[in-house]
């Protein structure tokens, strides 16, 4: 059973920043972690792509966020991270860790999302 686990949101006030943090960890081995990605999902919105990184480091963003956002991850570290800057408050959401897990087999995984709440 692999678990990813959030942490990193908060309240912040329009202009400022905040770092967002995944890490993968399992009851068994994990062999391999492919595509990781950021969700969100706003009160009443469906749950869409913010950013995604490849395991070669390949990244993609939404337009809304492009310039503003940063996805990283640590591979040594099962681990994917989210740096944004300039929020806005149309950035508030519940923000989801996302990871495609080979152990024995590959399977997709959602984290338990964390809260970002932006203040004009």
């Known amino acids: 059973q692999v678990q990813l686990v959030e942490s990193g949101g908060g309240l912040v006030q329009a202009g400022g920043s905040l770092r967002l943090s995944c890490a993968a960890s399992g009851s068994g081995s994990i062999f391999s972690i492919n595509d990781m990605a950021w969700y969100r999902q706003a009160p009443g919105k469906q749950r869409d792509l913010v950013a995604g990184?490849?395991?070669?480091?390949?990244?993609n963003y939404a337009d809304s966020v492009k310039g503003r956002f940063t996805i990283s991850r640590d591979n040594a570290k099962n681990s994917v991270f989210l740096q944004m800057n300039s929020l806005k408050p149309e950035d508030t959401a519940v923000y989801y860790c996302?990871?495609?897990?080979?152990?024995?087999?590959?399977?997709?995984?959602w984290g338990q999302g964390t809260q970002v709440t932006v203040s004009s």
């Open positions: 990184i490849t395991s070669g480091g390949r990244t």
């Open positions: 996302y990871a495609v897990v080979t152990t024995g087999y590959s399977a997709q995984y």
